[in-house]
C-alpha cells in the first residue's frame, strides 16, 4: 500500500503541499462540513422520535466528503453512493429540498417514490441514487462515455463505499471506464466498515486503490479526514479526466462514527475502543486547527456557524413538518402524457376504499371516467 497523501496532521500543521484556495473558500469548506455534522444531528433526533422514518449519518465522514466534492465545478457530475447529501446540498440542493425529502411531503421533488435520505437535484448534476450498492457505477460510466461522445467538458465523479467494491457493479464499471478512458473518477470512501462486515474482511489486497492497477488506471490512497488533501487529490484526478488522460480510483480512508443507518447497532460488531481512537482523529477539529493557526478563524468561529447553521435547519423543519403530504394521484401521474383509463378506474377504487375505512389520508378526488 501506497503512503496516504495528506496536507494536514491531527493537529493541523502543514505537512504537504495545499491546494490554491483563498480564505473564503477555505472558511466556506468548513461551513459545508459543519452543516452536514448539525443536519445530521437534527435528523437523527427526528428519526428517533419517529418524525422521519431513515437516516444515513456521515459523521467522520465529513472532509472525505466535502474535501473531495469541493473540487467539482458546476459542470460535473457527483454519483451518489449513500452519505454525499451534504455535497449535493454545497453544490446546489437546496436546503427545504433536502428536508421535504427526508418527510416525503407534498414538497418532496421526488413525490414520495424514494425512501427518505434519498436525493436528487438536476440542477446541480446530482441523479437520483439507489440503495442496490453499486448501481450508480455502470450509471455514472455510460453518462461519462455518452459525454465524450458529445465532446463535452465535464467529469463524472462517482462515489461508493467500500463494500461496494465487491459488486458486480464496480468491476464491470472500473474495466468499461478503463478501456474506454472515459472522464471519471470513482471516489471510494472507506469509511471501516460495510455494514457489519470491516474493510479487512472485504479484500485480501493491503488497499482497495490496488484494485485501480486491473483496470489501467491509476490508484490513489488519501488520508480522508484530511479535507484539503481530499480537495487535492480531486483536483488532480479531475485534471488528469477532463485532459482526456482517462480515470483515477480515489480511496479515501476515514471511518464511520456513527451506524451505517439509523436501523443499525454497530455496537453489535465493533470495538467502542475502535470507535474511540478514530473520534480522536475527528476531521472538524483537525480544520478547524488550521484554520485558528492561519488566524481565518478564533476560538468563538465554530460556535457562531453552528447556531447560525441550526437556526436555518431549525427553521426549514418547521416549514415542513407543516406541508401537507405527497398527494395521492402521484401514484398514477408521471408515466404517461395523460393518465391512461385502466390507471384512472384502478385509483378511483383505492381513493373510495380509503375514504371508507378512514385509516388513510383522504384522496385528492376521483379522476373522470
Request: hydrophobic share 40%.
Amino acid at each position: 500500500m501506497s503512503a496516504l497523501a495528506q496536507v494536514l496532521e491531527q493537529d493541523g500543521l502543514l505537512v504537504g503541499e495545499p491546494p490554491q484556495l483563498s480564505p473564503d473558500e477555505l472558511r466556506a469548506m468548513f461551513r459545508h462540513m459543519l452543516r452536514i455534522r448539525c443536519m445530521d444531528d437534527r435528523m437523527l433526533k427526528l428519526q428517533r422520535a419517529g418524525r422521519i422514518g431513515f437516516v444515513g449519518t456521515a459523521k467522520g465522514l465529513e472532509a472525505a466528503i466535502i474535501g473531495s466534492a469541493f473540487a467539482l465545478e458546476p459542470r460535473d457530475w457527483l454519483w451518489s453512493g449513500l452519505r454525499e447529501g451534504g455535497a449535493a446540498l454545497m453544490r446546489g440542493l437546496p436546503l427545504s429540498e433536502y428536508i421535504a425529502q427526508m418527510y416525503c411531503n407534498a414538497n418532496d421533488s421526488a413525490k414520495g417514490r424514494q425512501m427518505c435520505n434519498h436525493f436528487q437535484h438536476k440542477g446541480s448534476h446530482y441523479p437520483s441514487w439507489s440503495s442496490v450498492i453499486g448501481t450508480q457505477i455502470p450509471h455514472g460510466v455510460g453518462a461519462a462515455l455518452a459525454a465524450k461522445l458529445r465532446g463535452l467538458d465535464e467529469v463524472h465523479a462517482i462515489y461508493f463505499g467500500d463494500g461496494a467494491t465487491s459488486s458486480n457493479g464496480f468491476h464491470s464499471g472500473m474495466n468499461c471506464a478503463g478501456v474506454w478512458k472515459v472522464p471519471a473518477v470513482f471516489v471510494c470512501i472507506d469509511n471501516g466498515w460495510a455494514i457489519s462486515v470491516s474493510s479487512r474482511q472485504q479484500t485480501a489486497a493491503e488497499s482497495f486503490a490496488d484494485k485501480a492497477a486491473a483496470y489501467g488506471m491509476p490508484g490513489i490512497d488519501v488520508d480522508g479526514n484530511d479535507a484539503l488533501a481530499c480537495c487535492r487529490e480531486m483536483r488532480r484526478a479531475l485534471a488528469q479526466a477532463r485532459a482526456g488522460h482517462g480515470p483515477t480510483l480515489l480511496v479515501l480512508k476515514t471511518y464511520r462514527i456513527m451506524g451505517h443507518s439509523s436501523s443499525d447497532d454497530p455496537t453489535k460488531y465493533r470495538d467502542a475502543a475502535e470507535v474511540e481512537r478514530w473520534s480522536a482523529r475527528d476531521p472538524l477539529e483537525r480544520f478547524e486547527r488550521f484554520l485558528i493557526a492561519r488566524k481565518l478563524f478564533t476560538d468563538a468561529t465554530r460556535a457562531q456557524l453552528e447556531a447560525e447553521l441550526f437556526a436555518e435547519i431549525d427553521a426549514e423543519i418547521h416549514a415542513q413538518e407543516s406541508a401537507p403530504p405527497m398527494a395521492l394521484r402521484t401514484l398514477v401521474e408521471d408515466v404517461y402524457a395523460e393518465v391512461p383509463r385502466h390507471l384512472r378506474v384502478q385509483y378511483n377504487r383505492f381513493v373510495a376504499v380509503a375514504e371508507r375505512l378512514g385509516h388513510a389520508q383522504k384522496g385528492d378526488g376521483a379522476f373522470p371516467l
